[in-house]
């Protein structure tokens, strides 16, 4: 096998049918009456938002912009209402200062210089405001993780990884560009550096310090078993880097599991006690 960018390239109009026919069913048989989705203006929350219009109807699905006063941004905030118009879903804008500032003056340890621990409230804010959107209007939340952040772990465990479905967890970053792209997502928001928003000027590509081009075709070799020399030998990059990569995915798989627990009955959740989504 020959990593090259061409491995990464799929049938978008039939990934785009199969992503629909399983948001479709999967709202279904919930009994929901659609989907409630954060709506930041980035790549992948307009891809998610825009498919789940696609799948069920824009009527059907709520788009919540979640700003707060420390990362506003009014581009993004322009990104999202286009995006939410072109696709037809609806929207309700949720301003989460006050609720953040509250969190941080009632822990008694409270670090402001922690931006990691700081930030991780916040995205676990915003999901408090996702679930109360989905409990109240019988709702389900989608969620809006790919593939290359969800294998390096870079999400906030029960923040925005926290999601009733995932339609774009199993496409790389770069496949969920071109998805944006084949859906009519304008190239600007499509090809938009990608940011979790957690503080100003926080770059994902940046923090993972590598870019996504390179990153996804590791993974796929990853995935694939290949080893880390073949990868590096076949990328032209340096053989660290690979095991730096190869090193994140497995230490983050805490962060991809249900929490685990000791093995004392006949079957455990999450060990052996797993069922198909149809079974009852």
């Not at 219009?53 to 009014?74: D, F, Q, R, W």
Request: overall charge positive.
């Amino acid at each position: 096998m020959k990593l090259t960018p061409s491995v990464l390239e799929l049938d978008l109009s039939e990934v785009e049918k199969r992503i629909k026919r399983f948001i479709k069913e999967y709202v279904e048989n919930a009994g929901a009456e659609g989907i409630v989705l954060g709506l930041s203006g980035g790549i992948d929350s307009a891809t998610t938002a825009g498919i789940c219009s696609l799948a069920i109807g824009g009527k059907h699905v709520t788009g919540l912009m979640l700003p707060e006063k420390e990362t506003y941004n009014s581009k993004d905030i322009d990104d999202a209402k286009f995006v939410a118009e072109k696709f037809g879903l609806k929207t309700n804008v949720c301003d989460i200062t006050q609720v953040l500032e509250g969190f941080y003056k009632t822990i008694p340890i409270f670090d402001q210089a922690d931006k990691l621990c700081k930030g991780n409230i916040k995205a676990r804010t915003r999901m408090i405001y996702l679930y109360y959107y989905a409990n109240k209007l019988n709702k389900i939340v989608g969620g809006s993780s790919d593939k290359s952040e969800t294998m390096m772990g870079y999400f906030t465990k029960w923040g925005d990884a926290a999601a009733d479905i995932a339609p774009l967890m199993d496409l790389y970053k770069t496949q969920v560009r071109k998805l944006a792209e084949h859906m009519g997502i304008p190239p600007e928001i499509a090809a938009k550096p990608s940011t979790p928003a957690l503080w100003p000027n926080q770059l994902a590509e940046t923090e993972l310090g590598i870019k996504y081009e390179t990153l996804d075709l590791i993974l796929y070799g990853l995935e694939r078993f290949m080893t880390t020399e073949e990868i590096a030998q076949q990328l032209s990059v340096k053989k660290p880097l690979i095991e730096k990569v190869k090193s994140r995915w497995l230490a983050v798989e805490h962060k991809r599991r249900l929490p685990l627990a000791p093995k004392l009955e006949y079957r455990t959740v999450g060990t052996d006690f797993r069922l198909p989504r149809d079974t009852y």
